[in-house]
């Protein structure tokens, strides 16, 4: 494994950071007690290049690798992890698309994001199938002319009341069937000028093909408020046979194939937290002064300082083994991308929690941002798979 970095990586580092220099961590608090999505933030996103990570080359022209999109993705989340979970939405929709689908897939589902700034949904958790996606419910059905129809309810679904396109997983043939099949419904695209803010407001959308979408209000979270989440309801929607991506049997194993490139991508998500709470940390501690010293003179704030250190480090270790992992294709990626998610949402909650409790009562209130990335910590601890799920992959493939 080569930690060094070539010529292509280290411009797209210098090219995220002054980005988020520019755009996000001067005005990431006022934007955050807006409930504003970011709508301005994905636009720039998109034109530097930082958006759509996993298209490939036949389609966008350039194709970046996952080391690449980890190191975007990490310093995109050192502004804020609710514009980054956005973004990085699209690639957990798209990505299945470029690994299973055909070239002609590629070009209907994929090439919409390289021509204009809009954003897709990845809708695999429901109400009652959380960790366990064997659960679910939603399914389509074949027609008598060929066609499918789609019917379902998911929940927590990134970029919902924004989304141009849906990746949906579902059963085959029935709520109760053994298959799960995973399918694209590409919707009238949305833009910044379209929906320019959603507020609470539902949204139904009619499909051409026939049918509807429900996507239910936006959800009050704890944290991460830049990243849009709501309900989706399918009803009887029209799936044309190639909207079906691959196998319609095979859906399991197309999701496996996801977690395991998206695992690692929350894991940059976390350890870009994980290094915002360590810094802001650091720059109070070295400005404020107690019992006559600077805080972290302090030999008690400064072993607190180090293990953060320790965590954002050993985080950053196992992130670059699962990407590298995931880039080699090696058969034992999935254990990596589990061990670098745990690790970086650990770190995450750890140096939030702690770097809180370093800026003492200044900590808990809304004008520090340490406040901010404590609530926002939490969900990578949660999403694409809690840790005790990965523990249960850890531990299945060790034995």
């Not at 996606?133 to 074949?142: A, G, P, Y």
Request: with cysteine.
């Amino acid at each position: 494994m080569d930690l060094s970095l070539n010529e292509s990586q280290l411009t797209y580092l210098d090219t995220v950071r002054k980005f988020v220099k520019n755009e996000i961590t001067p005005h990431i608090l006022e934007l955050e007690k807006g409930h504003i999505f970011p709508w301005d933030i994905i636009n720039k996103a998109w034109e530097t290049g930082i958006l759509n990570l996993s298209i490939p080359e036949s389609v966008q022209g350039y194709e970046i690798d996952a080391i690449t999109s980890a190191l975007i993705i990490k310093e995109l989340s050192y502004g804020d992890t609710g514009i980054s979970t956005s973004a990085m939405c699209n690639d957990l929709a798209n990505v299945v698309i470029g690994l299973h689908g055909t070239d002609e897939q590629k070009e209907l589902f994929l090439k919409p994001f390289v021509k204009k700034p809009i954003l897709a949904s990845f809708c695999l958790t429901e109400p009652n199938a959380g960790s366990d996606n064997s659960m679910m419910t939603s399914f389509i059905s074949k027609k008598d002319d060929d066609n499918y129809i789609l019917n379902g309810s998911k929940c927590f679904i990134t970029n919902a009341s924004y989304a141009s396109q849906f990746t949906v997983l579902c059963k085959v043939g029935k709520p109760t069937g053994n298959f799960i099949a995973c399918v694209i419904v590409p919707v009238e695209p949305v833009t910044s000028a379209d929906i320019p803010n959603i507020g609470n407001a539902v949204r139904e959308i009619k499909v051409p093909a026939g049918g509807k979408i429900i996507i239910g209000k936006p959800e009050d979270k704890l944290g991460q408020r830049l990243s849009n989440t709501a309900s989706v309801t399918f009803e009887d929607v029209i799936i044309p046979p190639n909207q079906v991506i691959g196998d319609r049997r095979l859906g399991f194993k197309y999701v496996v194939d996801v977690l395991d490139y998206a695992r690692p991508m929350v894991a940059a998500i976390g350890l870009g937290l994980a290094k915002r709470a360590f810094t802001v940390t650091l720059e109070y501690t070295r400005e404020r002064k107690q019992f006559g010293h600077r805080l972290c003179d302090l030999p008690v704030a400064r072993e607190m300082l180090t293990t953060m250190w320790k965590k954002v480090e050993l985080a950053e270790l196992a992130l670059f083994k699962a990407v590298c992992k995931i880039q080699e294709k090696a058969s034992d990626a999935g254990i990596y991308a589990s061990l670098a998610k745990n690790t970086a949402a650990e770190a995450a909650i750890f140096c939030s929690t702690e770097g809180l409790h370093l800026h003492g009562g200044y900590g808990f209130t809304a004008d520090y941002e340490i406040s901010k990335l404590s609530r926002d910590a939490h969900i990578i601890d949660i999403y694409e798979g809690v840790r005790e799920v990965q523990n249960m992959i850890i531990g299945r493939e060790i034995v």
